[in-house]
């Protein structure tokens, strides 16, 4: 189960990316198994492009994006 929070619940210190895969590194994935699903994350969620900016930079609507692409990313 995959939840996302109101406030979307974002580390401030990571990227986009960082921000995606941050359980996945926990789990133990590897990187490369770490990017590749962060890059089929940020296209499912329209952010192609977007994995180095800091989540800071984005509008609401992105930081939203990437919550769910967080939520989304073990496969819940």
Known sequence: MGMVF???????NLNVAG???YG????????AERNKRCDELLELVG???HGNRRVNELSGGQRQRVAL???LAPRP
């Open 24 to 31: 996945l590194k926990i789990r133990g994935l590897s990187a």
């Open 19 to 21: 921000n995606i895969v």
């Open 69 to 71: 692409a967080r939520a």
């Open 6 to 12: 109101q406030n979307y619940a974002l580390f401030p």
């Open 47 to 49: 952010l192609t492009g």
